[in-house]
């Protein structure tokens, strides 16, 4: 089958057309002029074309990536794909009909889901149950992000956004079996109006359950502990902490173990085969992620926005490393940060680091100029010790010239690789630093 997916470089959509391509299909894409890796770098190395292949006929399916709207290029091509009538579906249904399986295990929640549905392939995988699985990262051990098999067995990171050609939370289009809740946070402000409108997806969505199925949940989350009793089938609440030697670090990371744990455990998976996965699991790239160690300054790689997030990932460094300053290169990637009313919690966030380095403030033309956040709205919130410093160039020479023995750089960001690259060049320099 010839498959061409619109917003092909996105961490649904690459893993997607690897996929495709390895189960023999003819894959292209379209993308925006300037990509990057690593999703430029896999694309290239699988030799699937980008932005080559213009839209006719002979293409026998398009799938629309959920970043479709925010590309010229793609949007264009989807008023092309509705006018002449070829036939397309959403990255989110796709996922929907061919990957979620009849035993399908949804991971959902404001945080911890790219780990926990790793953890959860990674277990079902040594368990020779063979799942279809999707995961919103790159897992560490060597399996790939994106996997279809003959298994009735899925497990998938089931986001509440509403994007592209979405008209509910993601995780109501697809198959539920059982479900892990970590948090209902009311992230999403620009696809939820109200957190009462944020709730109700989660509401939605324990009410699919069915009777035989398993709804793992965090039990200090006390919005979802009253949702627990729309499920028809066994409310499991998940522990805060767990006995099974592991390499994570952090309090929240031990949460995320104790969680798919305990599903595992219900679902009737030997105890041997679980506790030996958790004891080789290795984590998620750009999750707590150490990325260089120079001149005993150590550079770590995180992916959260989210201030609970945040605060736990220091949490977590400063508990390892008591003794060391922390310092924060800061990008503001989601999109509930780019409101004022998003920032709510990050003083906190950040009471534990030294300093906070805020990167350019992205613009949004959907966000009124009264509701948008500035640099301003962020030294309200955070305080003195954030700096403003919208320019790369400016970032790396700040690093270089402010860096001392002992103190922990911590790169946040779930954003494109311009600030990753900014960070790599900060590490170059005290990596040749005699």
């Given at each position: 089958m010839k498959i061409h997916i619109l917003a092909i470089c996105g961490v649904m959509t690459t893993p997607?057309?690897?996929?495709?391509?390895?189960?023999?299909?003819?894959?292209?894409?379209?993308?925006?002029?300037?990509?990057?890796?690593?999703?430029s770098t896999q694309l290239q190395k699988a030799k699937i074309p980008i932005n080559q292949t213009p839209i006719n006929s002979k293409i026998d399916l398009y799938i629309i990536g959920s970043a479709y709207k925010n590309i010229p290029k793609t949007l264009n091509e989807f008023e092309q794909i509705t006018k002449q009538k070829l036939k397309y579906i959403s990255a989110t249904n796709y996922i929907a009909q061919y990957i979620a399986k009849n035993e399908s295990i949804l991971i959902a929640g404001s945080y911890g889901k790219t780990t926990i549905t790793a953890l959860c392939v990674w277990i079902l995988k040594n368990a020779q149950l063979k799942p279809s699985y999707m995961i919103g990262g790159q897992p560490i051990n060597n399996f790939p992000s994106l996997e279809i098999s003959d298994s009735p067995w899925s497990v998938i990171e089931a986001d509440e956004s509403i994007n592209g050609l979405d008209t509910k939370a993601k995780f109501l289009y697809y198959p539920v079996k059982h479900v892990i809740i970590t948090s209902t946070n009311w992230e999403h402000k620009d696809c939820y109006p109200t957190n009462k409108d944020n709730l109700n997806a989660y509401k939605n969505l324990i009410q699919k359950i069915p009777k035989d199925g398993f709804l793992i949940y965090n039990q200090n989350d006390s919005a979802l502990k009253k949702l627990t009793k729309y499920c028809i089938g066994t409310s499991i609440p998940y522990q805060t902490k767990t006995n099974i030697p592991n390499k994570l670090i952090g309090q929240f990371n031990?949460?995320?173990?104790?969680?798919?744990?305990?599903?595992?455990?219900?679902?009737?998976?030997?105890?041997?085969?679980?506790?030996?996965?958790?004891s080789g699991y290795l984590g998620i790239k750009r999750r707590l992620e150490t990325i260089g160690d120079y001149q005993n300054i150590l550079f770590i790689d995180d992916f959260a926005q989210n201030p609970n997030r945040i605060y736990s990932t220091i949490n977590a460094i400063k508990q390892q490393y008591p003794k060391h300053p922390i310092k924060v290169y800061f990008e503001p990637h989601a999109s509930f940060i780019l409101t004022k009313t998003g920032l709510k919690g990050f003083k906190q966030a950040f009471s534990h680091v030294q300093e906070v380095i805020l990167s350019q403030i992205p613009y949004k033309n959907t966000i009124s100029k009264s509701k948008r956040s500035t640099a301003k709205d962020f030294k309200s919130e955070i305080g003195d010790k954030l700096i403003y410093l919208p320019l790369n160039q400016t970032i790396e020479k700040h690093f270089i010239n402010s860096l001392n023995k002992q103190d922990i750089l911590v790169h946040f960001s779930s954003g494109g690789l311009d600030g990753l690259n900014t960070l790599k060049k900060i590490i170059n320099y005290y990596k040749l630093k005699k």
């Open positions: 997607l057309a690897l996929e495709l391509k390895k189960q023999g299909h003819q894959v292209s894409g379209s993308e925006q002029d300037k990509i990057y890796p690593p999703f031990q949460e995320n173990i104790s969680a798919a744990s305990t599903l595992c455990h219900h679902m009737g998976i030997p105890l041997k085969i679980i506790t030996q996965s958790i």
